[in-house]
């Protein structure tokens, strides 16, 4: 039986203890060599709008690794990729991290898959979900979507999943249409097919999601009593907010909700690699965050408190700069 979940937040003496047996876990050698010597470190670029910048400020600093990228969908591609030994490090969601650990079947629903592959680097801020409304539509609330028409982003994905569950715990019965794109929501949008879309709170440049903006399209809150309900059912479903002038005309921080991300690694790779990682995760974040809006709240005291065990490297990592302070 998998452990009860603890506040995710929490950095305590249970954290602390955490933190002290990962520290002595296994960890195997380093990735395979590539032609020029360099140790090859593959990087999964789901969650694009960070892991891209990410991964380019790895190659930056850390130049004595070959770093490769394939690109991923959601949280399902990362951990199956990690398991299978296909990816090294990638980008997921705090929930999807824990159900793949703890949980008797896969992420992906894949049965037989050693989940205790998979370790933790970081945990991030959480991936908001933003309601952009059309227009003129009279839309302000999330009870205001009864019976509208809403583009959500493609099956199984986190945007998607995490619409489903603002729509159920308000009681909204609506008609729902998954797309195949961001741009397809938006197109939607302006040609009125689509009263409200769900997007994932990504903060980076975006020509059409602008456009829809300029010509009346606004954010509206997800927030009231039945986010009790939400996130008692969904302990993983974090209270998050929009900063303020994401959009022209958005002179107000608007309350949402969202999932903790979290950085993952395999389990095998090697220590060192994963303190460098670690550690310059930290260093660059003020490249990274002039990138990703919501990156300006990563908060160094909470980022040891992954869903799943750190691995060794990111212990280490935690544990000295917490005696250095």
Same mark, same amino acid.
């Given at each position: 039986?998998? /452990?009860?979940?603890?506040?995710?937040?929490?950095?305590?003496?249970?954290? %602390?203890?955490?933190?002290? $047996?990962? #520290? *002595?876990?296994?960890?195997?050698?380093? /990735?395979?060599?590539?032609?020029?010597?360099?140790? @090859? !470190?593959?990087?999964?670029?789901?969650?694009?709008? %960070?892991?891209?910048? %990410?991964?380019? +400020?790895?190659?930056?600093?850390?130049?004595?690794?070959?770093?490769?990228?394939?690109?991923? *969908?959601?949280?399902?591609? =990362?951990?199956?990729?990690?398991?299978?030994?296909?990816?090294?490090?990638?980008?997921?969601?705090?929930?999807?991290?824990?159900?793949?650990?703890?949980?008797?079947?896969? #992420?992906?629903?894949?049965?037989?898959?050693?989940?205790?592959?998979?370790?933790?680097?970081? !945990?991030?801020?959480?991936?908001?979900?933003?309601?952009? *409304?059309?227009?003129?539509?009279?839309?302000?609330?999330?009870?205001?979507?009864?019976?509208? &028409?809403?583009?959500?982003? /493609?099956?199984?994905?986190?945007?998607?999943?995490?619409?489903? %569950?603002?729509?159920?715990?308000?009681?909204?019965?609506? &008609?729902?249409?998954? =797309?195949?794109?961001?741009?397809?929501?938006?197109?939607?949008?302006?040609?009125?097919?689509?009263?409200?879309?769900?997007?994932?709170?990504? @903060?980076?440049?975006?020509?059409?999601?602008?456009?829809?903006?300029?010509?009346? #399209?606004?954010?509206?809150?997800?927030?009231?009593?039945?986010?009790?309900?939400?996130?008692? &059912?969904?302990?993983?479903?974090?209270?998050?907010?929009?900063?303020?002038?994401?959009?022209?005309?958005? &002179?107000?921080?608007?309350?949402?909700?969202?999932?903790?991300?979290?950085?993952?690694?395999?389990?095998?790779?090697? +220590?060192?690699? =994963?303190?460098?990682?670690?550690? +310059?995760?930290?260093?660059?974040?003020?490249?990274?965050?002039?990138?990703?809006?919501?990156?300006?709240?990563?908060?160094?005291? +909470? $980022? /040891?408190? @992954?869903?799943?065990?750190?691995?060794?490297? $990111?212990?280490?990592?935690?544990?000295?700069?917490? =005696?250095?302070?």
């Amino acid at each position: 039986m998998p /452990p009860r979940i603890a506040p995710i937040r929490a950095v305590s003496c249970l954290l %602390l203890a955490g933190l002290l $047996a990962t #520290a *002595v876990a296994a960890c195997g050698g380093p /990735p395979e060599p590539a032609p020029g010597g360099r140790p @090859t !470190l593959r990087i999964m670029n789901a969650f694009g709008p %960070l892991s891209e910048p %990410l991964t380019s +400020e790895y190659r930056k600093r850390l130049p004595y690794l070959d770093i490769q990228t394939t690109n991923g *969908v959601d949280s399902n591609n =990362v951990i199956e990729a990690l398991q299978a030994g296909t990816a090294d490090v990638g980008i997921a969601l705090a929930d999807a991290a824990y159900a793949a650990y703890w949980g008797p079947d896969r #992420a992906d629903g894949a049965k037989g898959r050693d989940a205790s592959l998979i370790r933790g680097i970081s !945990l991030l801020q959480p991936l908001a979900a933003y309601v952009l *409304v059309r227009a003129n539509s009279g839309i302000h609330t999330i009870a205001d979507l009864q019976g509208k &028409n809403i583009g959500l982003g /493609p099956k199984t994905t986190s945007s998607s999943n995490l619409a489903y %569950l603002v729509l159920d715990a308000f009681d909204v019965t609506a &008609n729902v249409v998954n =797309v195949r794109s961001r741009a397809d929501g938006i197109t939607g949008l302006q040609t009125k097919r689509f009263d409200a879309i769900f997007l994932p709170g990504y @903060t980076y440049p975006d020509d059409l999601t602008y456009s829809a903006v300029k010509e009346g #399209a606004y954010l509206i809150p997800i927030e009231g009593p039945a986010l009790e309900r939400l996130r008692w &059912n969904n302990p993983f479903v974090r209270v998050a907010m929009i900063p303020r002038d994401i959009y022209p005309g958005q &002179n107000q921080i608007i309350p949402t909700v969202g999932i903790d991300m979290v950085v993952l690694c395999r389990r095998d790779l090697d +220590e060192p690699i =994963v303190y460098d990682l670690t550690m +310059e995760l930290f260093n660059a974040y003020p490249q990274i965050s002039g990138v990703e809006a919501l990156l300006r709240f990563l908060n160094f005291n +909470e $980022a /040891p408190a @992954t869903p799943i065990p750190l691995h060794a490297g $990111a212990a280490r990592y935690f544990r000295e700069r917490e =005696v250095a302070r």
